[in-house]
């Protein structure tokens, strides 16, 4: 009976330990990157956590850009943002694991063939 105890103990504090990384999200996020062009950029991200709703914005050389979509279960976020370049707008979907106070993600630029990966680090 101890043994079942202990156990349902350490199942308990895994999925909190779990729920509170995605707490951890909120706040700015930097990451340098190189695009399928082949060109260095850096974006950053300021995100608000609410429940496994995620909101904020994505900075970059074209100013502030609202995220859509966003969502955190967990260790796993996605969002998306919308961006116009002048000659039309193109949607990028982020998909990526929180780990510690980096965020491994993979962008995919909607409507072609070309993702990138890039990884954020917590601002301090």
Do not use: C, H, N
């Amino acid at each position: 009976m101890l043994s079942r105890r202990i156990l349902l103990s350490l199942v308990a504090v895994t999925l909190a330990a779990g729920l509170a990384g995605a707490g951890d999200v909120g706040g700015a996020w930097v990451a340098e990157f190189t695009t399928p062009s082949g060109q260095t950029r850096e974006s950053t991200f300021a995100f608000e956590v609410d429940g496994e709703g995620l909101t904020g914005t994505v900075s970059g050389r074209r100013g502030d850009t609202p995220i859509e979509d966003g969502r955190i279960v967990g260790d796993e976020i996605s969002f998306s943002v919308t961006r116009d370049f002048g000659r039309g707008e193109m949607k990028f979907f982020y998909e990526g694991t929180v780990k510690g106070d980096e965020i491994e993600m993979t962008v995919t630029i909607e409507d072609r063939d070309r993702t990138f990966e890039m990884t954020a680090k917590r601002v301090k």
